[in-house]
Every structure is written in structure tokens, then in C-alpha cells.
């Protein structure tokens, strides 16, 4: 939200413009901590008439090349922020010296548009990158193989012996289950 309304800007610039006060005593009548903003909105309203005061309710988007031909514009005529506003039809002085830090920091890169929030989740899955298998000797191989081939017996073992007496099997693991419960109760 804006830190004065449109209404308040216009009382202020009616006040100046009817009054016999200057720009600093209005700022200090109405509590407004500079003269500045006062100064700007009599200029821009004068320029502009009651659309100067006015805040755009959608975003204005420019070019890349009309940002640098303002930027060239203030660069060549020494013109200040709010002059270069004005001359290009722009209520707002501040874009421009935004535009001039962001062209100052980054160059022209910086003055292209920029997508705001977060980016879209991609509808392919993250490929995770795949890393080289580091070659085992022959030894290591070979206790590999040997670790799979127990693994393999044991899961068999186990398989077999569920499917001839499938609630033994269960009853055993039940026992153990609540062998491992109890102790972490009584700890």
C-alpha cells in the first residue's frame, strides 16, 4: 500500500498551489518529514495534472531497450530522475532510479524482466547423477559375491520355513517382538 493516498496528495498540492505556504511549512503542518514528496507531486501534477498523483493499479512493463534509451536519456542530458520521468511520460521517478542501480550493479542484464516467486516444479523427476562404480580386485569381488550368495540362502531359509508353518513363524517373531518391548519399557 501506498504511504499517501491519492486524496491526501491532492489536498496537500491544492493547499500549495491556493495557500500562502511553502513547501517546507506543509510538510511540517502535516507531519511529512521532508518537503521533497511535496515538491514532486506539485511538479507532477502540474506536468501530468490529476494522473500524476495517481498510482498505476497494473504493472507497467518496459522494454530492456526503452529502460536503456531513458537511462542513455538522463546519462546525456545530466537530467535527474524525476526530469527523466517526465519526459518520458512516467509517474514514478523512483523506476527510474531503480533501473539505474540495477544497470549500474548488473548492466543490461539486470534490466531485463524477471520472474517473481517461485519457479515451477518440473514435471521430470531430478536425475540424481550417476556415479562411477569404483573397480574392486578380484578379492573384493569375490566377497561380494559370497556376502550376496549367504544373503540369498538365509532369505530362502526363511521363506521356507514360513510357507510349511506359517503361524510358528509368526509366533516366533511375536516372542521377539515383545521381548524387545519390554526391555525398552524398563529402561
Known amino acids: 500500500m501506498a504511504k499517501y493516498s491519492e486524496e491526501f496528495k ?17 510538510a ?3 507531519g511529512i518529514p521532508s518537503s521533497t514528496p511535496i515538491k514532486q507531486w506539485v511538479r507532477m ?9 495517481r498510482r498505476k493499479q497494473t504493472k507497467q512493463v518496459y522494454s530492456v531497450q526503452f529502460k536503456v534509451d531513458v537511462l542513455h536519456f538522463m546519462k546525456q542530458t545530466g537530467a535527474s530522475y524525476q526530469d ?4 518520458f511520460e512516467m509517474n514514478e521517478p523512483s ?13 543490461v542484464k539486470g534490466l531485463e524482466e524477471q520472474a517473481k516467486g517461485r519457479p515451477s516444479m518440473s ?11 569404483k573397480t574392486l580386485s578380484r578379492e573384493e569381488q569375490l566377497e561380494r559375491e559370497n556376502e550376496l550368495l549367504r544373503l540369498e540362502v538365509a532369505y530362502l531359509k526363511k521363506l521356507k520355513a514360513f510357507q510349511e508353518n506359517p503361524d510358528a513363524f509368526l509366533e516366533k517373531h511375536k ?4 521381548s524387545n518391548s519390554t526391555k525398552k519399557d524398563s529402561d
Open 10 to 26: 491532492r489536498m496537500i498540492v491544492n493547499e500549495y498551489l491556493n495557500g500562502w505556504l511553502g513547501y517546507d511549512r506543509l
Open 28 to 30: 511540517e503542518k502535516h
Open 45 to 53: 501534477w502540474r506536468v501530468f495534472g490529476k494522473n500524476g498523483l
Open 84 to 87: 527523466t520521468a517526465i519526459e
Open 95 to 107: 523506476i527510474v532510479a531503480r533501473w539505474n542501480r540495477e544497470f549500474l550493479a548488473k548492466g
Open 123 to 133: 514435471k521430470k523427476p531430478k536425475q540424481k547423477p550417476i556415479k562411477p562404480e
Open 175 to 178: 516372542q521377539r517382538w515383545r
